[in-house]
Antibody, heavy 119, light 108 residues
Framework: EVHLVESGGDLVEPGGSLRLSCAAS????????MNWVRQAPGKGLEWVSY????????YFADSVKGRFTISRDNAKNSLYLQMNSLRDEDTAVYYC????????????WGQGTLVTVSS | EIVLTQSPGTLSLSPGERATLSCRAS???????LAWFQQKPGQAPRLLIY???GRAAGIPDRFSGSGSGTDFTLTISRLEPEDFAVYYC?????????FGQGTKVEVK
């Protein structure tokens, strides 16, 4: 069974940094691309970033480009999101999601970790 | 960026009724890579439909998707109590992948 567990969410001041982690199990992590998707309180879903299985292809939403970095450690079955220069509007639940075998569709999702940016 | 517009914003129906949700894209969705998700309060989204009309594993056949190009529809043939939730369409054919703003299906 696919299992994704996010961690690292916290309260941080504007301009601060935070690193989110996603621990994966139940599948061969190195075979699949991964996404980060976020959801601000009471709002809809927003795709944040994508990383291919070998880390050769990476994409970001314009809203986070230049501030966020995505990475993965296939030996540790882990996905990361380094978030710098955080803004109030980055406040959200951040989900990691595993794609399917061919497309970047987020098929399996973790339960999310809450990031709150506030002074 | 492909903008997805869902309608209606809220759908008020009774159990047993048919629900029809619409998703319109600002430009053609590549390879009809259009998905539908269901989300209940406090839970992660759950994949229902992929590729516009493919039903994800374990999804009941009362859920169906249709459409192509720029116009897509999610139909729930007979609403069960557990189907009252928020539904999002999502295109994953062109980066940046985008989501619609959601349709809430509520009990009338």
């Amino acid at each position: 069974e696919v299992h994704l567990v996010e961690s690292g969410g916290d309260l941080v001041e504007p301009g601060g940094s935070l690193r989110l982690s996603c621990a994966a199990s139940g599948f061969i992590f190195s075979d699949f691309s991964m996404n980060w998707v976020r959801q601000a309180p009471g709002k809809g879903l927003e795709w944040v970033s994508y990383i291919s299985s070998s880390s050769s292809t990476i994409y970001f939403a314009d809203s986070v480009k230049g501030r966020f970095t995505i990475s993965r450690d296939n030996a540790k079955n882990s996905l990361y999101l380094q978030m710098n220069s955080l803004r109030d509007e980055d406040t959200a639940v951040y989900y990691c999601a595993r794609t399917g075998t061919v497309t970047p569709l987020s098929v399996f999702w973790g339960q999310g970790t809450l990031v709150t940016v506030s002074s | 960026e492909i903008v997805l517009t869902q309608s209606p914003g809220t759908l008020s129906l009774s159990p047993g009724e048919r629900a029809t949700l619409s998703c319109r894209a600002s430009q053609s969705v590549s390879s009809n890579y259009l998905a539908w998700f269901q989300q209940k309060p406090g839970q992660a989204p759950r994949l229902l439909i992929y590729g516009a009309s493919g039903r994800a594993a374990g999804i009941p056949d009362r859920f169906s998707g249709s459409g192509s190009g720029t116009d897509f529809t999610l139909t729930i043939s007979r609403l069960e109590p557990e189907d009252f939730a928020v539904y999002y369409c999502h295109q994953y054919g062109s980066s940046p992948w985008t989501f619609g703003q959601g349709t809430k299906v509520e009990v009338k």
